[in-house]
């Protein structure tokens, strides 16, 4: 089992403010574990003060929900009572947010934590962590939600 170290958390943090500085723009960049416990969190000057809890948010929705923002997005506006009775659960550390720039940490196909980014526009904060995600190796591809797959337990 893979884990999420603090020098990755904060290789890749320092990649999403070196991109998001090539576009002109202050964000905050967090990153969490599988749990959604963080590991880093960062916020440049510059960077509007919500925007720590923001990319926070983005995080946790990623690792905990297992998918980027932009899947659970369709979700949520398929079955909105639901989804916004999630962040209400008494477990629930942080709200869920399905947006984007809430990108699932995944390496070697397995999901080790989620990479939230806040403080450009939607596009921005997407193609910010989907290039910085991309550019240190790890993986960006997910299965839809609900797609068959091989059962649990059993060998192919």
């Keep these: ?16 403010h070196k991109r998001a500085q090539a576009i002109g723009k202050a964000v905050s960049v967090a990153v969490v ?25 983005k995080a946790y929705t990623a ?19 639901f989804f916004s009775q999630l962040s209400q659960l008494s ?10 720039g809430s990108l699932t940490i995944k390496k070697d196909g397995e999901i080790i934590g989620g990479l939230g980014i806040a403080g450009g526009t939607a596009d921005e904060d ?12 790890y993986e960006l591809e997910f ?4 797609v068959a797959g091989k059962p649990a337990g059993k060998d192919a």
């Design 91 to 100: 477990g629930a550390a942080m709200p869920i947010m399905a947006t984007e």
């Design 33 to 57: 574990d599988a749990g959604g416990f963080p590991i880093a969190i960062r916020r440049p000057d510059g960077a509007r003060p919500l925007t720590p809890d923001i990319a926070r948010a």
């Design 1 to 16: 089992m893979s884990s999420l170290t603090l020098d990755a958390a904060e290789e890749i943090i320092a990649a999403a």
């Design 126 to 137: 997407q193609q910010i962590a989907e290039e910085v995600l991309q550019s240190l190796g």
């Design 63 to 81: 690792a905990i929900m297992q998918r980027p923002g932009t899947m659970l997005k369709k979700w949520q506006e398929s079955q909105p009572v």
């Design 143 to 146: 299965a839809a939600w609900g």
